[in-house]
């Protein structure tokens, strides 16, 4: 188990302390001179952007659980839940809401960093635009265009991840009874009338 930790620490160090566009090269250029292994491009980006992601995400994620008051473990366990059922019912849910924030911006940052992939010449939004400016020399319109689309997928993740927030917060009227009995309860001034 220790050593499968000390693997998780160095993988996630490694991918979080490199920059994505040095991972494309040396996946792409290093392991076809390296081991002559030639990858095609489409999956060599794939995989770099899902490891590189997992690195991140795996991060916000312990954020999230360390989040959670122990309380709430305390409280399980008095209940009698194992380990497992902690974790997926009381500690996991209340984690990745609040991870969800974190998690919606290391979406937003991928999609962005899309672009470093040119440099293995994957065909990317801005591998593509390089490659019409440059035949049409219509570079702001092109770029434009592209910033454009970048906005487009961007506010999609971001309001799509919103929905999901809203939809893990439940219902805003958790105090019904509260207010029903405010509603109810007289008022000191009605008290005071009522006493003259």
């Given at each position: 188990?220790?050593?499968?930790?000390?693997?998780l620490s160095v993988y996630i160090e490694v991918?979080?302390?490199?920059?994505?566009?040095?991972q494309a090269a040396v996946l792409y250029y290093g392991a076809a001179q390296a081991f002559g292994v030639n990858m095609d491009r489409t999956v060599a980006a794939l995989v770099i952007v899902s490891i590189n992601t997992g690195a991140y995400i795996s991060e916000i994620?312990?954020?999230?659980?360390?989040?959670?008051?122990e309380g709430q473990f305390e409280a399980?366990?008095?209940?009698?839940?194992?380990?497992?059922?902690t974790m997926t019912k009381v500690i996991l849910p209340q984690a990745i809401r609040n991870s969800l924030p974190a998690v919606t911006n290391e979406f937003i940052v991928n999609i962005k960093d899309t672009s470093v992939l040119s440099i293995i010449s994957?065909?990317?939004?801005?591998?593509?635009?390089?490659?019409i400016s440059g035949q049409s020399f219509q570079f702001f319109h092109t770029y434009l265009i592209v910033c454009g689309i970048y906005l487009i997928m961007t506010f999609t993740i971001s309001r799509l991840f919103?929905?999901?927030e809203k939809h893990l917060d439940g219902p805003k009227n958790y105090n019904v009874m509260n207010n029903q009995m405010q509603v109810e309860?007289?008022?000191?001034?009605?008290t005071e009338g009522d006493a003259e």
């Open positions: 188990m220790a050593i499968i930790n000390w693997l991918f979080r302390g490199t920059p994505m566009i040095v994620i312990r954020g999230g659980i360390i989040s959670v008051d399980a366990h008095a209940l009698g839940f194992t380990h497992w059922q994957v065909s990317e939004l801005f591998f593509t635009a390089e490659t919103r929905l999901i309860t007289p008022s000191i001034k009605d």
